[in-house]
């Protein structure tokens, strides 16, 4: 591949997050999206006429092989995550994985010892990273604006209906709310806090292991805190503030992909002074994320560094240690 050639993607499963971010893929003048890969030819092909896709398969080995494709993008549920990456990467393709890339830290260090090994392409879809207000406050933040950053407080969780979609209740699909969003507060603390040195949690968990709601307290070795509350039966507004010794940033939401953020800098007695940023919207949001990954494929790079797999897997190690010390605690009365 050169660096003017588009990379040509295949996007697996054909559920909600696929059909949301096709979009955003096609509005990346270096990407094609030419295929889709579901486990049935009905929806395959009913995916590929409604996207304009030339290619649609019903084996994830025939997609593997294809010589018409060179990234996939994962897209099915987290526990399908392990075996349908090490499979595309063994057959020599680029991977971007939906979040959280596997269930345990492990797997997705033998991915990346994988991609390496293939000299192909591998990332977690954090694409929270790449969103230009983060990437901004980021900047802001490595440059001391908000001084020692010392408190990050973050939460997100939705009501999930009881039958709504199988992957938040199905305990052999990676169900509840730890996986599916936790995965965010926790990256958001790993990104500007340091190095940890303590976790702690409360939560409830079904005696299935599929986990409703959690707060979660995080120490790191500076003394920096951070406090975490996720659910999947409860609404807590996708939203957050990194506070340091001399100012604030205050995420607008959604958090996940905000839309900008205030910077609150000042001591007291004075009042503070507030400067609101905001920042435009690509497509559903993906776009950036999108860009630096073709980018990093077209160089012949095995990862981001943007969002290493380092620090995908230090983040599912801290989310094994959560759910272990819920497992120890399941509530038989755990509601629904
Ligand atoms: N970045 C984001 O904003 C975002 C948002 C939502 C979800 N996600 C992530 O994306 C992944 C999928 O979430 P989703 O909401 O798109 O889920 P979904 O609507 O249930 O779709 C997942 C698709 O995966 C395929 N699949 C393959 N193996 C499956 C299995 N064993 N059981 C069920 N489906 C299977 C199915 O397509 P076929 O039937 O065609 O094979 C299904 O439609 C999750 O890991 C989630 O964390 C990310």
Redesign the pocket.
């Known amino acids: 591949m050169t660096q003017h050639t588009p990379v040509r993607w295949a996007v ?7 059909r ?2 096709v979009g955003d893929l096609r509005l990346c003048e270096d990407a094609q999206v030419v295929a889709i ?4 030819r009905e ?2 092909e009913a ?1 590929a006429q409604a996207h304009g896709l030339p290619l649609a398969f019903d084996d994830f080995a025939r997609l593997c092989a294809s010589d018409q494709v060179d990234a996939l993008y994962i ?7 392990f075996a349908l990456a090490s499979q595309a990467l063994r057959a020599g393709k680029h991977v971007l994985c ?3 890339m596997t269930m345990t830290a492990d797997e997705t260090r033998e991915l990346g010892r994988l991609a390496r090994a293939q000299g192909v392409f591998l990332m977690e ?1 954090m ?1 929270m990273k790449f969103s230009p207000a983060m990437r901004r406050a980021a900047e802001l933040v490595d440059a001391g604006a908000i001084g020692e950053p010392r408190l990050l407080q973050a939460g997100l969780g939705y009501p999930v209906p009881p039958d709504g ?3 938040f209740w199905d305990p052999a ?2 169900g509840g709310a730890l ?2 969003m936790g ?1 965010y507060t926790i990256t958001l603390a790993q990104m500007f806090l340091g190095e940890l040195a303590e976790i702690s949690v409360t939560g409830t968990m079904r005696p299935d292991g599929v986990d409703l709601e959690q707060a979660i307290t995080l120490r790191y070795t500076s003394g920096a805190l951070a406090q975490l509350a996720t659910s999947i039966t409860t609404l807590i507004p996708p939203r957050g503030w990194l506070g340091g010794r001399r100012g604030a940033i205050d995420f607008k939401e959604p958090l ?2 905000p839309a900008g953020f205030k910077l609150v800098t000042g001591q007291p007695p004075a009042p503070p002074t507030v400067e609101d940023l905001d920042f435009p919207r690509e497509g559903a949001g ?1 776009v950036p994320m999108f860009r630096a990954v073709n980018a990093a494929i077209r160089e012949g790079a095995t990862g981001h560094p943007l969002h290493p797999v380092e620090a995908t897997a230090e983040v599912l190690s801290i989310m094994q240690t959560i759910q272990a010390e819920l497992a120890a605690e399941r509530d038989a009365r755990a509601a629904p």
Not at 12 to 18: E, K, N
Not at 75 to 81: D, F, N, R, S
């Open positions: 697996v499963g054909s559920g909600g997050i696929a949301r971010t890969c579901s486990r049935s929806r395959a995916f897209g099915t549920p987290h526990a399908t995550h939906e979040k959280p879809a694409w979609p199988a992957r699909l990676g996986y599916d995965v996940f992909s993906y």
